[in-house]
């Protein structure tokens, strides 16, 4: 496939973001270079097909910095001096002093580097966990300093569409300010949700649901990675938890009242109903499908046997009725052998969809 991508690229780091980075460019045919100071992550970054560890003499047009953020910048700037002709961008999530702490150390040549952010990942991390397609659809935020040279910035636009990316381009404060509420506070309320889990005894663990699965799954993320973020970003992320502190606050005093005095206690249903409203307008701000308004869906509720073969009997069957999932969720029926695939559709195809189904012989519940 052809890339507007001016090769070669070398890829500093091999951990998720680096490796899918690699193996998407390697799809356009690009020449990619590896940087890594474990060779072992190195090698599996080859051994998967992201690119082959840069050999010497390795002249790069662009150099992508894909280390833990603590130490973006020594990379950064050493790129800058080892390729003089090269752009030089870096994907760490906290962007705001990183131009300023280049600049200070590499000076003029600050003109070839523009920070970014794609803005894909996962709760799994290091080059296993890599996927070509991480980036597809994805936003990619593009955050260039003022003395940045306009070359260099479109180098780093070339990449995000190349990828499969929406390059957006921002100012690194307002981005930092951004991730803080939509990307940072979520981890953290995540990973005490999940801390609260720990002790739980075996016989309440099997109750688990789709709630707590979805409200914990980015538990799972790399503690060293997060703390790194968390600590770079943490002004931004501040205001945010002292507001949710606030919150959990007015929450714990309306659960002492219903404790002690019982649920008609003063103010106890306007407390609950007042966080659960708010929260409601909130999700309905996320934008939906491709960035659009977000819009409701239908939802039809379908029991997939746990065998080989039955999920995508299922999408095929639906695809030749012309329905198109819109989302779709699964999850697993406790104690039997029977998946739960919770399809979202437009509203005017669930009646259509369900009687669809059922006559070829699904469990359907709409």
């Known amino acids: 496939m052809r890339s507007d991508v001016r090769g070669p690229v070398l890829i500093v780091g091999t951990g998720l973001l680096g490796t899918s980075l690699g193996l998407a460019l390697r799809e356009h045919d690009v020449e990619v270079g590896l940087e890594n100071r474990s060779p072992s992550s190195l090698h599996l970054a080859r051994d998967l097909g992201a690119g082959v560890p840069a050999p010497a003499g390795f002249r790069p047009a662009l150099v992508v910095v894909a280390t833990p953020p603590d130490v973006i910048v020594p990379h950064v700037v050493a790129a800058l001096r080892a390729y003089p002709d090269a752009v030089v961008t870096d994907v760490a999530s906290v962007k705001g002093g990183l131009a300023s702490e280049v600049a200070s150390e590499a000076g003029g040549q600050v003109a070839r580097y523009v920070g970014s952010h794609p803005m894909a990942g996962r709760e799994r991390s290091g080059a296993a966990a890599a996927d070509s397609d991480l980036f597809q659809g994805r936003t990619w935020v593009i955050c260039p300093h003022g003395a940045a040279a306009s070359d260099a910035v479109a180098a780093v636009r070339r990449l995000a569409i190349t990828v499969g990316s929406l390059p957006v381009v921002m100012d690194p404060r307002d981005h930092d300010a951004a991730v803080a509420a939509v990307s940072h506070l979520p981890q953290l309320v995540a990973s005490l949700t999940a801390t609260r889990l720990a002790d739980l005894p075996a016989e309440a663990l099997a109750l688990a649901g789709q709630g707590v699965r979805d409200v914990t799954r980015i538990a799972a993320s790399d503690p060293m990675m ?66 659009g308004v977000a819009r409701r869906y239908a939802e039809v509720t379908v029991f997939v046997p746990d065998k080989p073969g039955e999920l995508g009997r299922l999408f095929a069957e639906i695809g030749d009725a012309g329905i198109n999932i819109e989302d779709l969720r699964l999850e697993h029926a406790a104690g039997a052998k029977l998946g739960v695939a919770t399809l979202s559709v437009l509203p005017a195809r669930a009646g259509e969809l369900s009687a669809h189904l059922e006559e070829l012989g699904w469990r359907v519940m709409a």
Do not use: Y
């Open 226 to 291: 997060w703390s790194a973020i968390f600590a770079a970003n943490a002004a931004a992320v501040l205001p945010h938890a002292r507001a949710l502190l606030g919150s959990l606050s007015e929450v714990v005093d309306a659960l002492e009242a219903a404790a002690s005095e019982g649920p008609g206690a003063a103010g106890v249903m306007k407390a609950f109903a007042g966080v659960v409203e708010a929260g409601r307008r909130g999700v309905a701000r996320i934008p939906g499908k491709h960035g």
